[in-house]
């Protein structure tokens, strides 16, 4: 079983950053990718980032791309999601999760293991 644990969360002004991270206990993390998502009230769950096992490959939607920045620290079974330029509309509960198929995971049902999330508020 795999536990993930989301931390970073907060209130921030726009145009602000935040650093969220996600430990990973349970299972070994280095060979699997990792993804970010977040769900906003009212909305539903969306891809922001996905990280290969190596940390070498990374992919991110048009409407995070250039200000978030997914990471991995294997040593440390952490991910972590750099935000800066943040926005209003980045206001959301932010989800790590965990695929252990090969390969990255763009959506929802390619991920089999979930954190709890945590809250990012923009305010304007």
């Known amino acids: 079983q795999v536990q993930l644990v989301e931390s970073g969360g907060g209130l921030v002004q726009a145009g602000g950053s935040l650093r969220l991270s996600c430990a990973a206990s349970g299972r070994t993390f280095s060979g699997y990718a990792m993804g970010w998502f977040r769900q906003a009230p009212g909305k539903e769950r969306e891809f922001v980032a996905a990280i290969s096992g190596s940390g070498s490959t990374t992919y991110y939607p048009d409407s995070v791309k250039g200000r978030f920045t997914i990471s991995r620290d294997n040593a440390k079974d952490t991910v972590y999601l750099q935000m800066n330029s943040l926005e209003p509309e980045d206001t959301a509960v932010y989800y790590c999760?965990?695929?252990?198929?090969?390969?990255?995971?763009?959506?929802?049902?390619?991920?089999?293991?979930w954190g709890q999330g945590t809250q990012v508020t923009v305010s304007s």
């Open positions: 999760a965990l695929r252990i198929n090969y390969g990255l995971g763009l959506t929802l049902p390619t991920y089999d293991y």
